[in-house]
């Protein structure tokens, strides 16, 4: 009961789940039936329930996704998205086209990711969190719109990060987002 359509490319050990509909016409309404494609790698576990478009003429032609990751119930990636490794999407979580979802990055149930946005390795997404603006590695993201929140601390201690990269990373978000520094320097014009 799984779809597999199009240019769709899937490597070795995945687990696709019923009801999945994987490498279908992407959902763009300036999609004209070129033959773009769809790349899967190893071991990725896709549940029920999920989509995954392949890509457009409009951007690389091709939806990217890596391996080892895990694609929880109901979740969609659009067309011309890049996943990374280990990359978790949990129950319903949705990214838009040409999203890049970097290694380790986590999105929680019900998380959305805006077209263009980047989302870094090791981030994590909370629940319900909508993505406008890109995520920085490392950063938990909370809200909708979701801004930073804190360091990822418990995804990075599951990886085995020090306790003192940990702090080093702590200390770098305290400097950038709490310190009322601007985050890009300001254009200056003579008068």
Known sequence: HVTIHGHTTIGHDNQIFQFSSIGEVPQDLKYRGEPTRLTIGDRNVIREYCTISRGTVNDR?????????????????????????????????MIAGHVQLDDWAILSGYAAVHQYVKVGAHAFVAHHGGCTKDVPPYVMAVGNPAAPHSINSEGLKRRGFTPEQIRNLKNAYRILYRSDLPLRSEEHTSE
């Open 61 to 93: 032609g091709i939806t990217r996704v890596g391996n080892d990751n895990l694609f929880m119930a109901y979740t969609h990636v659009a067309h011309d998205c890049v996943i990374g490794n280990n990359v978790i999407m949990s129950n319903l979580a």
